[in-house]
């Protein structure tokens, strides 16, 4: 997973002390938490492991306003055209279900359900 990134929005992500990669999401863009110098006020920090877990949390004027402890990943869809770019991270026990965070046109998180569409299916 942490390759896909990498090669999809062309920033280069590294390992913590933990072994885990935390990343950072703000309206700007998608970039590696140990290589921001400045985190702003309102962004979404997510934290991958080797093992497809996620954490998520969501700060707010440097609140954290909203926390997803642990998950397991069971697919991770990426979203990068002019219109849109975001993550959503479809959930291994209920993949129905997923978590989205989204940086264009605006910053937000979002939980619902996954749809897998199909090009036979338009």
Do not use: A
């Amino acid at each position: 997973m942490i390759c896909f990134l990498e090669n999809t929005f062309q920033i280069k992500l590294f390992k913590n002390e933990e072994g885990s990669y935390p990343i950072i999401v703000t309206e700007d863009g998608i970039f590696s938490e140990l290589k921001m110098d400045n985190k702003p006020g309102t962004y979404v920090q997510f934290v991958l492991n080797e093992y497809d877990e996620l954490k998520i949390d969501w700060y707010i004027d440097g609140i954290n306003r909203f926390s997803v402890k642990s998950v397991q990943v069971h697919q991770m869809v990426l979203i990068n055209d002019e219109d849109e770019c975001s993550i959503q991270f479809v959930l291994e026990r209920w993949q129905s279900r997923m978590f989205k965070i989204e940086w264009k046109p605006n910053l937000h998180l979002e939980f619902g359900l996954y749809y897998e569409l199909c090009e036979d299916c338009d």
